[in-house]
């Protein structure tokens, strides 16, 4: 592990990378040394300065692996307990899932205004995905790492959503069914005319003409900026809340006053964060069944 804070913070806010290194790019060995590379290379990356070189040949294999091994975990819990369902009175884990799926449901009956068999599952996936990836982030920051570091590995970030690729990949997701469903529903035409004949409308067909690029100004603007707020805020948020981890960490090897505040700090935030994780959970969800009812909607 990193010795001094600045190593320490910068080591737990690297990703785990994998990609491809230009040809005569100079790496910095463990040993001190530094090996040319005489043609472009796919590796693992020794630190932040080679991710950053890779550019966009490059893989966070610690975010897509606990992303897509969180999610098969969600499945295979949601698969057990719907073989354990009956028409008794549920208890325990079952219970709560149960809860959790009524939950949603009521919440996609109130929120969205349209017919589809996709939102309601969506939402699910979506709120308990997003939760289980926050959620990681009430494990102690040096616990995962520094067992990674005991096999080998010498990064290791376990919060998927602390990673702006994942939360805006998600995002683009979303948008991606916005404009399907735009224009499923209201035809080519109709997704064109919301485009430009609104906010600003005109009974003369020469103003209406004039305001028709000013519309689509500011109507693309808008469409363009949900998925964008929708990955960032997500981001923001967590990556936040990772980042005063880590800072309350750094306490413990301060002293054994600091050591006690930070324990004591530790424990509030965790507390804390529950509540952050759940809403951003919730918000996310929520963004997602509201951007999904407006694409529903055919005026």
């Known amino acids: 592990m990193a010795g ?73 819990l949601f698969w057990r307990m719907a073989k354990k369902a009956t028409t008794g009175v549920p208890s325990g884990f079952l219970n709560f899932v149960e809860m959790i799926v009524e939950f949603i449901d009521n919440t996609v009956k109130e929120s969205f205004h349209g017919r589809s068999a996709l939102v309601a599952p969506l939402a699910l996936t979506i709120f308990t995905w997003v939760f289980m990836m926050n959620f990681m982030d009430l494990i102690p920051v040096d616990v995962l790492p520094t067992l990674a570091m005991a096999v080998g590995i010498d990064y290791m970030k376990v919060v998927p959503s602390t990673d702006v690729n994942v939360t805006l990949g998600m995002a683009i997701f979303v948008f991606a069914l916005m404009i399907f469903y735009s224009i499923k529903i209201k035809g080519i035409g109709g997704f064109v005319a919301e485009l430009t004949l609104q906010p600003f409308s005109a009974k003369n067909p020469v103003v209406q003409a004039i305001f028709i690029p000013v519309n689509f100004f ?65 918000i996310f969800m929520m963004l997602t069944i509201v951007y999904l009812s407006m694409a529903h909607e055919d005026h």
Do not use: C
Not at 38 to 60: D, K, P
Not at 233 to 249: D, T, V
């Open 4 to 76: 001094n804070s600045q190593e320490y913070i910068s080591h737990h806010l690297t990703n785990l990378t994998y990609g491809k290194l230009p040809a005569g790019y100079v790496r910095e060995n463990k040993d001190g040394t530094t090996t040319e590379l005489t043609e472009a290379t796919w590796t693992f990356a020794h630190g932040g300065a080679e991710a950053s070189a890779m550019g966009f040949n490059a893989v966070h294999v610690d975010s897509l692996g606990w992303s897509f091994g969180l999610g098969a975990l969600i499945m295979f």
């Open 218 to 282: 500011l109507e693309i603007v808008a469409l363009i900026a949900k998925p964008i707020s929708l990955g960032l805020r997500l981001f923001g948020n967590m990556y936040a809340g990772e980042m005063i981890f880590i800072l309350i960490a750094l306490m413990f090897s301060a002293g054994i006053a600091l050591g006690l505040m930070a324990g004591v700090l530790q424990w509030a935030w965790a507390v804390f964060h529950i509540l952050v994780i759940t809403l951003q959970a919730f």
